[in-house]
């Protein structure tokens, strides 16, 4: 299972860093993503990995101010956020890849992944 933990209260401005730990099966070969989701809101992409770090997107909301990373040898992906705002504020989740060694960052679908790990929350105060 994938387990995202790291979340918290944060104030505006400051930072996090999002783990996501895979148990019981390796992600290495996968790539990787990570969404959120807002009350009331649709989960949608934050950004994602390739299975060889090679390549990452992100969503614009959080471009230049999020960044993903992974450690396969942990089989760990991490989620570094910086310059939270409020509007980040949502459940975190990641997710890996239905296809195994795709070239590049797999895409904002949700359908493109096929293993989900449980949230982790974020909250930022303004």
């Known amino acids: 299972q994938l387990q995202a933990s790291g979340g918290g209260l944060v104030q505006a401005g400051g930072s996090l860093r999002l783990s996501c730990a895979a148990s019981g099966r390796t992600i290495s070969g996968y790539g990787m993503g990570w969404f959120r989701q807002a009350p009331g809101k649709e989960r949608e992409f934050v950004g994602g990995?390739?299975?060889?770090?090679?390549?990452?997107n992100y969503a614009d909301s959080v471009k230049g101010r999020f960044m993903i990373s992974r450690d396969n040898a942990k089989n760990t992906v991490y989620l570094q956020m910086s310059s939270l705002k409020s509007e980040d504020t949502a459940v975190y989740y990641c997710a890996a890849d239905r296809v195994r060694y795709r070239a590049v960052a797999p895409g904002t679908g949700l359908l493109t992944y096929d293993y989900w790990g449980q949230g982790t929350q974020v909250t930022v105060s303004s």
């Open positions: 990995i390739a299975w060889n770090s090679y390549n990452t």
